[in-house]
């Protein structure tokens, strides 16, 4: 839609223009047609009645000089008089900078105003990031993605069925634990969870050391708590140590986990198991929610 009005502005614009260039130019004499009528009508006026001569006077030089002055903008243009085309293409032009703005500001991811004027090349790029995921190091950069949502990764569909909403824990200890050269699915890391009884399918991960119990059991170590800040688990990430995070209920709807990889002074980069496989969020949308919570999974 913001497009398309674009379009017809410019097209706008362009037959404009043409018309401009194209016109006949206007005949100087056609411009002053009306003024000898204008002066034979007063001529014609002054002959009357000597008793009426001075009013009927007066009233022929009102009219002399309000036919060529206002008759133009009564009757409309006449024969030979130019078109006003420097007018209309001021008009034009004052439309199609207005709707840019109006696009702008009612459209504002279509950036179309941006477009529009730095279609030259000269539009400003904001300042590299020195650390994107790209540029990830150590276990961070190998760390893959799975998807708790992933049939494939349950033993059945009644599996599936009974823990894909519940399993972010059981996913994100998956994660970093391949990112070490192993190849478990969720089932596998489920089986062990759940016969510790540290995940429900209510509830989820029951409580926070659960993670050691259940990372313990296949020779990882963890440390874990609410004493690390968000630029120390951006700093641990960034050189090669992904961390589990918490999302609890309280701040985000039904709590999650997820894992860290990484950052920068602007963004956290992140694997995230559920349907919004979210990547990446912002730093104040990250302390918004998360609890505080980070568990460092490290092989024994």
């Not at 309000?66 to 078109?83: D, K, L, M, N």
């Not at 440390?223 to 990430?237: E, N, R, V």
């Amino acid at each position: 839609m913001p497009f398309m009005l674009v379009t017809l502005l410019a097209f706008a614009l362009l037959v404009t223009l043409a018309g401009f260039f194209l016109s006949v130019k206007p005949q100087g004499r056609n411009q002053n047609v009306i003024y000898p009528s204008a002066r034979s009508g007063r001529r014609s006026i002054e002959v009357a009645t000597s008793g009426t001569t001075r009013s009927t006077r007066a009233i022929a030089q009102r009219s002399a000089l309000s036919i060529p002055s206002f008759g133009g903008r009564v009757r409309g243009r006449q024969a030979g008089e130019p078109v006003p085309w420097t007018v209309v293409v001021i008009g034009l032009v004052s439309i199609f900078v207005l709707g840019l703005f109006t696009l702008n500001a009612v459209f504002p991811r279509n950036a179309v105003f941006s477009t529009v004027l730095f279609a030259n090349g000269s539009q400003p790029t904001p300042p590299p990031d020195t650390t994107t995921q790209e540029h990830l190091s150590g276990i961070s950069q190998s760390l893959v993605r799975i998807s708790q949502l992933d049939p494939a990764q349950y033993n059945s569909p009644q599996d599936f069925n009974t823990w894909a909403y519940s399993a972010c824990s059981t996913a994100s200890m998956t994660e970093v634990i391949n990112a070490y050269g192993h190849h478990y699915r969720i089932a596998d890391v489920l089986k062990v969870e759940a016969s510790l009884h540290e995940i429900t399918p209510t509830l989820g991960l029951v409580e926070d050391v659960g993670i050691q119990r259940t990372a313990a059991q296949f020779g990882f170590k963890t440390s874990w708590g609410y004493k690390l800040s968000l630029d120390q688990i951006i700093a641990t990430a960034n050189y090669g140590t992904p961390i589990i995070v918490d999302f609890p209920p309280q701040k985000y709807a039904g709590g999650h986990l997820l894992v860290v990889l990484g950052g920068n002074s602007s963004v956290v980069f992140l694997a995230d198991s559920s349907l919004y496989n979210r990547t990446s969020l912002t730093r104040a949308q990250f302390l918004k929610w998360w609890g505080g919570f980070s568990a460092i999974l490290t092989p024994n």
